[in-house]
């Protein structure tokens, strides 16, 4: 896992976020981020969390302008591509 271009991938995401006013969903993803690269303590958990997250069910639902829906849904799948699967999944 290349935690950087995981890092810049979220960045883009939470950026959408936190101007549509979704303030604490971005808030969380980063810390997500922040936790697994400070920490080797249960990344398998993180990394599941960030990836629940992305689903289209969860953040592809929120109505985010400045991208169209296809580009929205992109975004979050090139943070789940970037993460690697762990045991649970």
């Not at 969390?49 to 090139?78: A, P, Q």
Request: aromatic share 4%; proline share 1%; hydrophobic share 35%.
């Amino acid at each position: 896992m290349n935690i950087e271009t995981t890092r810049q991938r979220v960045l883009s995401v939470t950026r959408l976020l936190r101007l549509n006013g979704f303030k604490e969903e971005a808030l969380e993803l980063d810390t997500l981020v922040d936790k697994i690269e400070r920490t080797n303590d249960d990344i398998d958990t993180l990394i599941s969390r960030i990836r629940r997250m992305c689903h289209i069910k969860y953040l592809g639902d929120l109505h985010v302008e400045g991208v169209s829906f296809d580009e929205w849904l992109g975004l979050l799948e090139s943070v789940k591509s970037s993460l690697p699967l762990t045991e649970n999944e």
